[in-house]
Each structure stands twice: as C-alpha cells, then as structure tokens.
C-alpha cells in the first residue's frame, strides 16, 4: 500500500465531527471502503450484558433497526477472541480477499469491533485499521451523549424500570487503564433487580472507588440508590473527605427514604498507593499480593441510612505495586454462590487483565446459580502498578 493511503486518526476524527451524531460511523465505514477497497466494512457494538455482538445498522434505517439488528453470540466467536486479546484478527475468507477484525476499545473499556473485508492486508493495511478502530471508539464514546443509538442497539433483552434506573447510575465505562492502575468493573443483575451499584472516578493525586448494595428489590431498591450514589457523588464533587461523603449518604437516606444501603468507600493517593477506606455493612475486600490471596480484616460500621446513631471509621491501608484489590457485594457470596470458592479463583486468574477477571467471577456466580441470581453480584478488581510516570499499561496480570 502507498504512504499516502495511511489512515490517519485526525483525519478519521475530522470526518466524523463534520457529521451528525448517528452517521459518524458511517463517515468512517465509507471512508474506509473508498481508502482500501473493502467490500464490507461495519461496527459490532458489546451488548449491554457482555454476552453478544450487536451489528450497528447504517443511519436512516435506525428506526427499523429497533429489535431487528443482527445478534452474534460472543462465544467461541472470533469477536470474543479479538476482544478478549484486545488484538487484530486476519482470516482469509477464501475468495480471494481476507477479513479484518479489530477491538473498537477506549482505556480499557471495550465497546465493540470493527470489521472489514478487504482484497489484501500488508502490515501498513492492518495498522491503519488498528488506528481506525481506535479513532472509531473515541467517536462513539464522544457521540452517544448526543443520541440513544448506541444505548438501544445494545439492548438484546427488555430493560425494566428499576434496571434503567441502576444502570444509569453506574460510570459509562466499566473499565479504565490508566499509568497507576488498571481497573474492571461489573454489575450482574438478579433477575429481580437487587440495588447494587460501583463508582469510580479519578482526580489528579487520587482514585476514588465506591461499591454500594440498596436494601430490597425492584424499583425500591432502583430508587434507594439514587439517593445513595448521588449522595456519595455529590460531596465528592465538592472536595469532601470520605467521612462526609458517608455521612451524606447516611443522611440523605434518612432524610428522604426507608431503608438502607450497604456500602464500601475507598480513595487511593497516586502518588504513594496509601489508601483510606470506609466499610458500611459491606463484605471485606479481597487482595492478592504475590500467590497469598487474603481478606482485609476491617472494623465494619453499621449501612447508611441506619434507624439508630451511627458512626464511621476510616480506616488505613497500603497497595504495593503488583497488588490486585478485589471487591465485591455479598451477590458474590449468597447462597449458592457461596460454593464458588473465590479467592483460589482469584489467584488462578492472576496472570490475567482485570476484565478477564471480573468475568471469570461473574460467570462462576453466575454459573453456581444456575443462570438465575437470586441478588446482584456486582465485582470490581483493582491493579495496582505503582506510583509512577509514563504510559498506562494495557497488559494482563496483577505482576505486570
């Protein structure tokens, strides 16, 4: 291929912003077509529960498209094995001509795949679709705050009110690289929604985890943790140190609701990995440093929005590099899921990127329930790389 058919990021994304919010990905797809000679070129978005590929449809046909776009399972698929990899697949299609699959991900959090056929592939081919695809996930991370045509392509299932809700509370990326850490996320919903939620956000010196479990089912629950994620947001948005945050979701239940959210409130320097931590009526967290993996004994305080006085601790501790933090609501641990022996699971997984292991949890959970989860099981697993400058890091395992 000449050197002047490279694909350019600034050109892809100077394209795209030049249209609409619902044809960007069409900008792109027809930029690619003309560029290559590709004879199909699409996008596959990861539906809603991680389980399918969802073929976006082009625009003017969205309306239409609604419950009608092509559904892929992810299993055994190359899109799994592409995503899971996070690298660039070939195959040849035996026409002459050959299919590329690239991972449409943004710091870690996959979005989907791109996919082209093409009548030959050299290495300056598959490099220009590689800086595609990542230029295709920024545009689509940019562009779904304009239009609902990202949200309801990758809904294979009917979304009652209480999931709407607790889905609207969780951050819009369950994944983050970053230079310090890695960090992977994941809410399994019961079948009757249980309350669980996980927040994160990061400021310039620290990182800020949050995993809260409403009390009850269904919209109550949907509903009592509003006011609890909104709550711990908004003090922390102000600049406020972790008890106020927990005492502000205390008080905001109190003042508005009944009932009670459990919940685990963490904030981490950057810069040393020192970490202060607030436990609400929440299971311990889990951490594997080196092949040990073991609990965080911790002084548990009583959840928020208690019928009775409370009082919060913070409480101190310390993340090494290498060091993997796992933490979980008690869906992880309830019933039947209690068989599912998680800490050799975590240690067996610790090679791994911390979306492959959040997954391997859930499915475990999800499989020793039988496919029916009597609460949530929402996991979140930290890594933890270091105080340090450079390039975040998109390898697995909690030792790299």
């Known amino acids: 291929m000449a050197g002047d058919e490279g694909l350019g990021l600034d050109e892809v994304l100077r394209a795209a912003e030049n249209a609409a919010p619902v044809e960007s990905v069409d900008v792109v797809a027809e930029n690619l077509e003309k560029r290559f000679s590709a004879t199909e070129v699409c996008f596959l978005l990861l539906d809603i529960h991680g389980q399918e590929a969802v073929r976006l449809p082009r625009a003017g046909r969205a309306g239409q498209a609604r419950g009608q776009a092509e559904r892929i399972d992810l299993a055994g698929s190359v899109y799994e094995r592409v995503l899971r990899s996070q690298r660039l697949r070939q195959e040849d299609n035996g026409e002459g001509a050959c299919r590329l699959v690239a991972p449409v991900t943004n710091r870690g959090d996959c979005v989907g795949v791109l996919e082209m056929v093409v009548p030959h592939a050299d290495a300056a081919v598959r490099d220009a679709v590689v800086q595609a695809a990542h230029a295709l996930a920024y545009i689509v991370v940019t562009d779904r705050r304009f239009t609902d045509l990202y949200h309801y392509s990758r809904r294979t299932t009917a979304v009652s009110l209480a999931a709407e809700i607790q889905h609207q509370l969780l951050p819009s990326a369950p994944c983050c690289e970053a230079a310090h ?220």
């Not at 850490?181 to 956000?201: I, K, M, N, S, W």
């Not at 975590?346 to 329930?369: K, N, S, Y």
């Not at 496919?371 to 979140?380: E, M, N, R, Y």
């Open 181 to 400: 850490f890695t960090l992977a996320c994941a809410l399994a919903p019961a079948e009757d929604v249980g309350g669980d939620t996980y927040d994160y956000a990061l400021d310039q010196d620290i990182l800020h985890l949050s995993v809260t479990d409403a009390m009850g089912h269904d919209t109550a629950s949907a509903l009592l943790a509003t006011l609890s994620v909104n709550a711990l947001r908004g003090a922390r948005r102000a600049g406020r140190n972790l008890l106020d945050q927990a005492y502000a979701a205390h008080q905001a239940i109190t003042d508005h609701a009944r009932g009670m959210t459990t919940g685990q409130l963490l904030r981490v320097r950057l810069d040393t990995g020192a970490g202060e931590l607030i436990n609400a009526g929440h299971p311990w967290p889990l951490r594997l440093r080196g092949n040990r993996v073991e609990e965080l004994p911790l002084k548990v305080n009583l959840p928020f929005g208690a019928p009775v006085p409370v009082t919060y601790d913070i409480q101190r501790f310390h993340l090494e590099p290498g060091d993997r933090l796992v933490l979980i609501t008690d869906g992880m641990q309830d019933r039947r899921a209690a068989t599912v022996d998680l800490p050799a699971l975590i240690g067996d997984t610790r090679d791994q990127h911390p979306r492959e292991v959040v997954r391997a949890l859930t499915e475990a959970v999800h499989d020793a329930c039988g496919g029916h989860l009597p609460d949530d099981a929402t996991t979140v697993v930290l890594d933890w790389h270091g105080s340090r400058s450079g390039e975040r890091d998109t390898n697995g395992g909690s030792n790299t």
